[in-house]
């Protein structure tokens, strides 16, 4: 595969490519209206490749985007608990990007690094939308959040039902085809 205009990524591992991507986003969010942030989805692969917060750096310099208008958001699989991808999500917050655990609840985590990693926000996953006691699981979940002085975000919000739910629940922002489609 190959972007139109742009070579293949030089290495199987597609973090070439997820820089691409990266820097085409940073470019994008600067037409939105402050505060407006862009989220990023970033994965193991380039966040255990090494060299992620030099070139995260790199690309907020050539595009002029404010750090803070940057989310990176990783699943917990992507940091469970190395001293890498800890060391790499330090440097990501010292350059004043914004950190988000997407998908949260569904990987292997211990919940001790939730106070370890500089995390702004937790998403979590739409799985935990449907099934049983689900308010009280996801009662627990943004009640943890809140704790923890972090943005909760609900995904996969599909009717105005779950958006109710979610909200007297005292989540955040919400994301899902009921509030409107993927960009």
């Given at each position: 595969?190959?972007?139109?205009?742009?070579?293949?990524?030089?290495?199987?591992?597609?973090?070439?490519?997820?820089?691409?991507?990266?820097?085409?986003?940073?470019?994008?969010?600067?037409?939105?209206?402050?505060?407006?942030?862009?989220?990023?989805?970033?994965?193991?692969?380039?966040?255990?490749?090494?060299?992620?917060?030099?070139?995260?750096?790199?690309?907020?310099?050539?595009?002029?985007?404010?750090?803070?208008?940057?989310?990176?958001?990783?699943?917990?699989?992507?940091?469970?608990?190395?001293?890498?991808?800890?060391?790499t999500l330090q440097g990501l917050a010292r350059l004043g990007v914004r950190i988000a655990i997407d998908d949260f609840g569904t990987g292997y985590s211990?919940?001790?690094?939730?106070?370890?990693?500089?995390?702004?926000?937790?998403?979590?996953?739409?799985?935990?939308?449907?099934?049983?006691?689900?308010?009280?699981?996801?009662?627990?979940?943004?009640?943890?959040?809140?704790?923890?002085?972090?943005?909760?975000?609900?995904?996969?919000?599909?009717?105005?039902?779950?958006?109710?739910?979610?909200?007297?629940?005292?989540?955040?922002?919400?994301?899902?085809?009921?509030?409107?489609?993927?960009?």
């Amino acid at each position: 595969m190959s972007l139109i205009g742009h070579p293949r990524p030089s290495t199987p591992s597609g973090v070439p490519l997820g820089q691409h991507l990266l820097e085409r986003a940073c470019r994008r969010a600067l037409d939105w209206p402050e505060p407006t942030f862009v989220s990023v989805n970033i994965s193991g692969r380039q966040i255990g490749a090494g060299g992620l917060v030099a070139n995260v750096s790199a690309i907020l310099d050539r595009t002029g985007l404010d750090p803070a208008r940057l989310q990176l958001e990783i699943t917990e699989s992507a940091v469970a608990g190395t001293p890498q991808s800890i060391e790499t999500l330090q440097g990501l917050a010292r350059l004043g990007v914004r950190i988000a655990i997407d998908d949260f609840g569904t990987g292997y985590s211990n919940l001790a690094y939730l106070c370890d990693l500089p995390v702004h926000s937790l998403k979590l996953a739409s799985r935990f939308l449907h099934g049983g006691n689900v308010d009280t699981l996801l009662g627990v979940m943004v009640s943890l959040g809140r704790t923890l002085g972090l943005h909760i975000t609900a995904e996969g919000i599909e009717n105005a039902e779950q958006a109710r739910r979610l909200l007297d629940l005292g989540c955040d922002s919400g994301q899902g085809y009921h509030l409107g489609r993927p960009l």
